[in-house]
């Protein structure tokens, strides 16, 4: 299959080409989508932080405008990038993930981290730089891991408290140094349920731009210890039989996947895709 979007680091110099905005409150929208001629774009009165030319859509260059606070555009709107993953067309969600996570990464590294002053973007390199001690800046990615953890036909699954109202889902949290992902899987198993694994299974990854993880997602088998929920990280965490599951998430989660997988696996249904 080929792709529609490539990434890559455009000269902001050059006219042209399709603009997506991006304030506080998302992605600017109209009945089109969110991506805007960039010329007509920059002629409204935005207060623009930076620009960044971030890739090629079916072939046309695509940039990211950047700004301090959003303005009112006669038929436009604000929408969050979660809003765009549960609404819109993949591409356009990964264009806007991808835009989401370099805007984020060069608005939060204006300054150098080491010796304070401005950093400057490296040309044609997706890198923020310090003039004054050399020191370059990579955009931020935030290795995670994702764990479906399964007892024959059931599967374990919890609640944060940050989720929909009854929606359960996978255990997940972010690796630490020193830890590779099967290393951070079992400690944050420990953490917030307080049971044991064994026959660690690789499942895939995906980019997670809330605001930068990677996930990289297992199935694990069920080893030992009764289920003890982690005191304010896990609201409540069950054993659910595959024939009869709770609210999922959504559809275009790893998290949903893991368990699409282990279900058809299980029932002996068609194997779901991972979505990118
Ligand atoms: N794509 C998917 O299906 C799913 C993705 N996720 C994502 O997985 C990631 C980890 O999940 P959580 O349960 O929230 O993590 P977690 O179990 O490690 O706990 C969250 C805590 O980790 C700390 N933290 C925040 N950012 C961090 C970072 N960059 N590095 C290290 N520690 C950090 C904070 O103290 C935060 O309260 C999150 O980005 C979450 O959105 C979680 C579930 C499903
Ligand atoms: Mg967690
Ligand atoms: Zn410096």
Known sequence: MISRWTTAVLDTALPGGWAVARSPEGFLFDDNGALFPREWLKRQDLSILAEHGIG?????????????????????????????????????????????????????????????????????????????????????ISPSMIVLITRGDEVLLARSPRFVTGVYSTLAGFAEPGESAEDCLVREVREEVSIEVKNIQYMGSQCWPFPHSMMLGFHAEYAGGDIVPQEDEIEDAQWFNVHDLPPLPASRSIARYLIDLYVARRLGHAEPVLPG
């Open 56 to 140: 090629h859509l079916d072939g046309e260059p695509v940039y990211l405008l950047e700004l301090h606070s959003p303005l009112d555009i006669p038929g436009c709107n604000w929408k969050g990038l979660r809003a765009f993953m549960l609404e819109d067309d993949h591409t356009l969600y990964k264009v806007l993930g991808y835009a989401a996570q370099i805007g984020t990464w060069a608005r939060e590294h204006r300054f150098c981290g080491s010796c304070g002053k401005h950093m400057g973007q490296i040309p044609l390199e997706r890198a923020m730089y310090c003039d004054a001690c050399e020191l370059r800046h990579y955009p931020r």
